[in-house]
């Protein structure tokens, strides 16, 4: 390949290129060749499979399991010929890279927090949603759309008692994608998850940590430990914890001494600078640390008798959406849809 500089423009002679038609010549284009995009794909291909039969052959590392994921998408040993089959598997491992795409996203009416997650360096970009809300469930589908993502999960961190889970609506409009809540919730789902879970997407995943208190299922969703995945750590603490707050006590199993014991030894043993993200804001928020909560929170750093005399105090008018919405949540958000919905809910 050439490169030159003519009529304060760069111009390419490349060894894989096209000439340029006679017309465009007379148009006053360069006569050499234009720059073609599939034979430099083709060069670079080739270069690459080139370094990849120089580099030893070996299936990605996950945690403790092996991930066939040159295997993923239909194509199986038995159709690649053995030449193919070792460079697949070494190319799989060096595109498979994590890569954490992260969105936060607000419904204002219920002040709900719903964030996107998903990992962006496998091939087939595996997300998933955390507290979806109803209203807002087609903006977040179309988001997924717009960035190309494979929704897989649709989670929730509890039974909302202010709005309806967007669960319901997401199967409804991608069959494919399981609903998630915590056993202890006693809702359905597709999937119930415990303390100590993993809830995979590509070569990312989420730990599952009981957080009861606010309500009795609550479980706090936080980043995985291990040096290939993302750094600081994020939380997605539902209602257990709120910026500078946290969930009320007064409905649902709620309970301030179970509250601050799943505060104190779920959220607040994690690294400090893990960042926090709450289910609600109703100031403006929009993330914390554990650093910060540890110091600033102004009810989870009093001691646990302070807490339950705050927590008695607080007067909070229920939930304008309660009655509603706690029925809703206990089946995902499927109550009005079940006769549109056929796959059968675990509980
Ligand atoms: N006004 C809202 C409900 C506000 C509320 O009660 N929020 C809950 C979380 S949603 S159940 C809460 O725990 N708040 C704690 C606090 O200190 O505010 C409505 O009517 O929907």
């Keep these: 390949m050439e490169i030159t500089k003519r009529g304060g423009k760069w111009n390419m002679i490349q060894l894989y290129g096209k000439r340029r038609k006679p017309e465009e010549q007379r148009k006053g284009f360069d006569n050499s060749f234009t720059f073609d995009h599939r034979f430099l794909s083709l060069l670079m291909l080739r270069l690459h499979l080139l370094r990849l039969s120089l580099s030893p052959v070996s299936p990605p590392k996950v945690g403790n399991m092996i991930k066939p994921t040159a295997f993923a998408s239909g194509l199986t040993r038995s159709n690649l010929c053995p030449k193919i089959r070792s460079t697949m598997a070494t190319f799989s491992t060096a595109s498979e890279s994590p890569k954490l795409l992260f969105r936060q996203l607000f419904e204002k009416e219920s002040s709900t927090y719903t964030y996107l997650l998903a990992d962006v360096g496998h091939p087939e ?74 809830i995979q997407f590509g070569n990312l995943f989420l730990e599952v940590r009981p957080t009861p208190g606010h309500t009795v299922g609550c479980v706090t969703y936080v980043t995985g430990d291990g040096s290939d995945q993302p ?9 257990a914890l709120l910026i500078r707050g946290c969930g009320r006590t007064d409905f649902q199993g709620g309970s301030s001494e179970q509250l601050y014991k799943s505060v104190h030894s779920q959220i607040f043993t994690l690294p400090k600078d893990t960042l926090l993200y709450p289910a609600h804001d109703y100031k403006g928020y929009t993330v914390t640390t554990v650093e910060e909560e540890m110091q600033y929170n102004p009810r989870l750093t009093k001691d646990q008798e302070m807490f339950k005399n705050i927590m008695a105090d607080l007067n909070l008018p229920y939930p304008k959406m309660i009655d509603k919405a706690v029925p809703a949540n206990m089946v995902c958000g499927l109550q009005d849809l079940n006769d549109k919905h056929s796959e059968p809910l675990a509980v």
């Design 125 to 198: 970009r595996p997300a998933l949603l955390i507290d979806p809300v109803d209203k807002t469930a087609e903006r977040d589908l179309s988001l997924v759309n717009d960035l190309r993502l494979k929704l897989t999960y649709a989670i929730n961190t509890h039974v909302h008692a202010d709005h309806v889970t967007g669960t319901g609506i997401i199967k409804t409009k991608m069959p494919s994608v399981k609903s998630i809540i915590s056993r202890a919730s006693n809702a359905k789902a597709d999937l119930l998850v415990k303390g100590g879970d993993r």
């Design 231 to 239: 750094q600081p750590r994020m939380a997605f603490t539902g209602d």
